[in-house]
């Protein structure tokens, strides 16, 4: 484990965020890995995309704290891994910390409203306000910009569905029976140009019973 050489805000939550950097053991299979890889996992907040934005920001950030002053200009492994409380859907300011997202100006109106809404847990076809949407396109703005200020290339393992539960924007039927809904809420983001996933386990894709009962 490599002490980190902390530069950042000193009011850092761990109840949210925990961080590590690994390295390869001298005279072992992973000795290769001389340079560290750091690990983060996370619990981002659940109805406040600013702060989600702020809490992955503050990711990458310790990780650069980790490199030594001659690995300064060299690109660290960051795995982000954990509960992002956030599909990852296009529109979505999260997003916009992935390698292949799209600036702003190129993002559907559509895409950004849909995802703006769902953020704020707006009632079923509730639009946003047209200032509610300028924050939000501003915030997705200065997402993209200073995720590509950092020199972060991110990509997201593709995993499908992680949480099953009632969903309550889906009206019960006839009886009373309540619809269940499975959301994609749980990632795991890595840096591209220093790693490539090999294989991933399944999630609820292959749980039918989890997707039935919750």
């Known amino acids: 484990i490599v002490k980190e050489q902390f530069k ?35 619990h981002l907040d659940a109805t406040n995309e600013r702060k989600r934005v702020g809490q992955l920001r503050r990711c990458l950030h310790r990780a650069r704290n980790f490199r030594s002053k001659e690995d300064e200009l060299e690109p660290i492994s960051t795995l982000i891994v954990g509960d992002y409380n956030q599909e990852f859907c296009t529109g979505s300011c999260v997003s916009a910390f992935l390698g292949d997202g799209k600036p702003g100006k190129l993002v559907e109106d559509a895409d950004m409203s849909r995802e703006c809404a769902a953020s704020r847990r707006l009632e079923n076809n509730q639009e946003p306000t047209a200032q509610q949407l300028k924050e939000w396109r501003d ?15 991110l990509k ?32 795991l983001l890595y840096t591209s140009g220093t790693l490539e996933p090999v294989r991933h386990w399944a999630t ?5 019973e989890s997707c039935t009962i919750g």
């Open 204 to 208: 609820l894709e292959s749980d039918v």
């Open 8 to 42: 950042g805000p000193k009011d850092v939550d761990t109840n949210t965020q925990v961080t590590v950097c690994l390295k390869g053991k001298t005279d072992s299979p992973l000795a290769s890995i001389d340079k560290g890889v750091v690990v983060t996992s996370i």
């Open 156 to 187: 997201r393992v593709p995993t499908c569905e992680t949480r099953s539960a009632y969903d309550h924007d889906v009206a019960a039927d006839d009886g009373g029976n309540q619809v269940m809904g499975q959301w994609r809420l749980d990632h």
């Open 139 to 153: 915030l997705y703005d200065e997402t993209y910009e200073a995720t590509r200020d950092m020199c972060a290339s």
